[in-house]
């Protein structure tokens, strides 16, 4: 059975961290890419970021070059998204996905964990 799981969400003042923790298990991680995605109260699901595990390449979102970093641990099967100065911008249920190297389409997704910034 394939699982995604979220933790490490919660609630902190403007300009703190957070890292998120995505456990997978029952697929081959290694042939995969892992996303994180986020989705605002009343705005639609956007990409955060993107860590493959073929090559190791990363891809980030604009808005969140330079705050957040992206990485794998092999061993563990779990990527992480290490959210700094964090902003009331960035208050949303995450989500991590996996898709096999070279798709388009995320095939697995986890639940969410909820992000909430205070200003």
């Known amino acids: 059975e394939v699982q995604l799981v979220e933790s490490g969400g919660g609630l902190v003042h403007t300009g703190g961290s957070l890292r998120l923790s995505c456990a997978t298990s029952g697929f081959n991680f290694d042939d995969y890419a892992i996303g994180w995605f986020r989705q605002a109260p009343g705005k639609e699901r956007e990409g955060v970021s993107c860590?493959?595990?073929?090559?190791?390449?990363?891809y980030y979102e604009d808005s969140v070059k330079g705050r957040f970093t992206t990485s794998s641990d092999y061993a563990k099967k779990t990527v992480y998204l290490q959210m700094n100065n964090l902003k009331p911008e960035d208050t949303a249920d995450y989500y991590c996905?996996?898709?096999?190297?070279?798709?388009?389409?995320?095939?697995?997704w986890g639940q969410g964990t909820q992000v909430t910034v205070s200003s």
């Open positions: 860590f493959s595990n073929i090559d190791g390449s990363t």
């Open positions: 996905a996996a898709r096999m190297s070279g798709s388009g389409n995320y095939d697995y």
